[in-house]
């Protein structure tokens, strides 16, 4: 039997374990404090490129659908792609009027700041 001390909302209690199917001299390595919360990134304008503004996926997802066509004109502010994460469905909305030449395909995943597409 191990014997730890575990602090729950401010009160300490003092908790023992036994050990099950442990190997005669097996170590067991202390477990490392958790790391300090880290706030998400926020997601950054699209930059003006040469060839375009970019549209920069905000965080890891699904592309689950493309709503425009490929060379199609877009509006400002207009659905062009919709982007699932964690379950959710998210649109990606042009930051621009142009025409739009995306860079991922339906059903591909992305990481954050991937680029999803390019409007010119």
Request: aromatic share 4%.
């Amino acid at each position: 039997m191990r014997n730890f001390v575990v602090t729950i909302d401010g009160k300490s209690y003092n908790v023992g374990v036994e050990e099950v199917g442990a190997q005669a001299g097996a170590s067991v390595a202390p477990v490392a404090p958790p790391a300090a919360p880290v706030a998400a990134p926020v997601a950054a304008a699209p930059k003006a490129v040469a060839g375009g503004t970019k549209i920069n996926s905000p965080f890891p997802g699904l592309i689950k659908n493309l709503l425009v066509a490929e060379g199609a004109t877009v509006a400002k502010d207009q659905p062009v792609l919709v982007l699932e994460a964690m379950k959710m469905d998210n649109e990606i909305t042009a930051p621009c009027d142009g025409k739009i030449s995306f860079a991922v395909a339906k059903g591909a995943n992305v990481e954050s700041e991937a680029v999803l597409a390019v409007i010119s």
